[in-house]
Each structure stands twice: as structure tokens, then as C-alpha cells.
């Protein structure tokens, strides 16, 4: 059975880890906070919500087996080596729960909250039908072989495609408004640094067992990071140097939002707010 060779760096991943924990988990709050202050949810784009969930449900899937499930474990081991550390630690179970809750409660803001004429597009709900489509095939053909680690291997590949492809229609959204008014910048800077203190947790391990195992074992969260990192300081960027809210404060109502949506809808032409 694989250990730690150094106690204190046992420490030290335990402490990254949990700071990634505290910092992604709370980092749901100040979207939540801002949606319940304003009563609504304009600015806020509903593709990024569901990618969020279908991303975060995804990954729990990942984790949840990975930790608890002594078959997918020694399935693992036997791919990447007896002495070979699990890649997730409880701290990211705990993560993964914590924000399906967190996102499906955001989604419950936004049926309640004024939309404007914001929807989520036709678009977002097939790449979500599609992704949960892709991840009952694998499934099917994990079953005969019992193939489990190849299967939540699949479900780990899928949240990374998801986390890329989530933060797209805010980027977006933020551009076309030129305004991130409605979109709270505190979830990214706690995102970023959630982001950072995951890299601190891999590195740390890896440097214990000596190898980059740790990495490419779990392909998934090393991309994630790097990922979430990305668009993070794209987010920084728009908030405070391309859209800063002192602009947008000159402007008439300092609390008026475009509610244009972000993928035009094929029901017919797109209806501006004057």
C-alpha cells in the first residue's frame, strides 16, 4: 500500500488541499450573495450555470469512485503502480459535493429571480444532452469488462470538456456587454486562488513519491486547474481593466444590464432592451 515518505509534506498537501477546498467552496457564495441582493440574475449567464452542474456532477462521479471504491483503486494501481498514491483526496469529494449543491441552488435562483429576457440557448442544452448521452455509452461498454477506471476515466475527460467550454458564453456575454455588472469578480478571485493551491496540493505529492504520476494519473484535475486558472485572469482582466466599473457608473442607470442573450435563438430575431 502506497504512503507518504514525508510527514511534513503530508501537511503540506493536506494544507493546499483544503485551501483549495475553502476557496473553490466559497467561492459559490458571492454569485449566490449578489443574486439574493439585486433579486435578480441578469448578467448572469444561464449556460454557464447548467455547464457549471453538468461539469461539477461529472466530476463528483470521478472523485466519489476514485476514493471510496477499492475496485477502481486497484484498478488504478495496477495501471500506474503499486506504490502509486491515490490522485484524490477527500478534501476533493468534499469539493465536488459541496458545489453540485451550490450550483443546482443557483439554478433555483434563477427560476425565481428576474431574468429579463435571458434563457438558456438551444445551444447549451445540446452539449448537455450530448455530454450525459456520451457518458451512458461508456457505460454500456464498461460493463462486460468491467472496465471502471476506463469509465470514470470517461467521466474525468468529460468535466474537463465541460469546465472548458462553460466559461465560454460568460467570456462572451461580458464582451458583447462590455460590462461584468451582474457577474460577481469575487467567485474568480477565489477561483483562481482555489486554482493555484490545487497545483501546490499535485506538486507537493509528487515531490514525495518522486514521480509526475500524480499528474498525468489525474489528467483531469491537473487540466482543470490549468483551465480554471485561464479564464480566471481573462475575468480579472475584463472586470478591472477592459470594463471597470467607474465606466460603467458614468452611464445613466448604473444598474441597467444588457439582457441580450448570449446565442442568438433560431425562433426568430433577437429583441434589444432600450
Known sequence: MASWNSVPLEVLSNV?????????????????????????????NFDFVLLNLTKHSSYLVYNAALFFSSVVQKQYRKKYGPDQLIPVAANDVAFSTHAVLLTAFTLFQIAIYDRGNQKVSKSCIAIVSVAWLAAAVCVFIALPKHSWLWLVSCFNTLQVVMTTIKYIPQAVMNFRRKSTIGFSIGNILLDLLGGVASYGQMAVQSIDQNSWVNFYGNIGKTLLS?????????????????????????????????????????????????
Open 16 to 44: 493546499f488541499g483544503w485551501t483549495a477546498f475553502c476557496a473553490w467552496s466559497i467561492s459559490f457564495y458571492p454569485q449566490v450573495i449578489l443574486n439574493f441582493r439585486r433579486k435578480s440574475v441578469v448578467g448572469l
Open 226 to 274: 490549468f483551465v480554471s486558472i485561464f479564464f480566471d485572469l481573462l475575468f480579472i482582466v475584463q472586470h478591472y481593466v477592459l470594463y471597470p466599473a467607474k465606466k460603467t457608473a458614468l452611464s445613466p442607470d448604473p444598474e441597467t444590464v444588457s439582457q441580450e442573450p448570449l446565442l442568438k435563438s433560431s425562433d426568430g430575431p433577437e429583441k434589444e432592451k432600450v
